[in-house]
């Protein structure tokens, strides 16, 4: 029986550039960081979530990927169309206001959403779109 979800794909231009963006303006720690030849493992995560890593994988041919699964998923992540979340947070205006004083792009201020949430919408470095969410009742 499956019962809980341990690692989400991230894919990035650069690994090395990801990784810097992970642990230095959103905080997480490295997990894991494994090379071998040509293939690396890295891993990020919170240390509130210590259950749940954030792969950050390389957009590279290799490990099962073609030059056109290369491109297509490059395609989507420089549009915007991949990415992870809700990211939860207390406080989605201060963690927002701490994340863009770190350099943090963001696509969409703090906003108040009818459906329970307040929200604000970021990029990471390789142009994944991401959604920092509060639970209004908290």
Not at 21 to 32: D, K, N, Q, S, V
Not at 34 to 50: D, E, I, M
Not at 87 to 101: L, V
Request: proline residues 3%.
């Amino acid at each position: 029986m499956i019962n809980s979800l341990s690692v989400v794909t991230i894919w990035v231009k650069d690994q090395n550039e990801a990784l810097r963006f992970y642990t230095e303006r959103l905080g997480f720690e490295i997990r894991a960081d494994v090379t071998k030849g040509n293939y690396r493992w890295l891993t990020v995560g919170s240390k509130q979530q210590p259950n749940l890593e954030y792969q950050l994988a390389a957009l590279k041919v290799g490990g099962g990927l073609t030059d056109a699964d290369v491109q297509m998923l490059t395609q989507l992540v420089e549009s915007g169309k991949m990415g992870v979340g809700p990211w939860k947070t207390d406080d989605c205006q201060k963690t927002y206001e701490d994340m863009k004083a770190k350099g943090v792009e963001f696509v969409q201020t703090p906003t108040d959403r009818p459906y329970g949430i307040i929200e604000a919408v970021f990029k990471d470095n390789s142009g994944n779109v991401m959604v920092l969410a509060q639970d209004k009742h908290r």
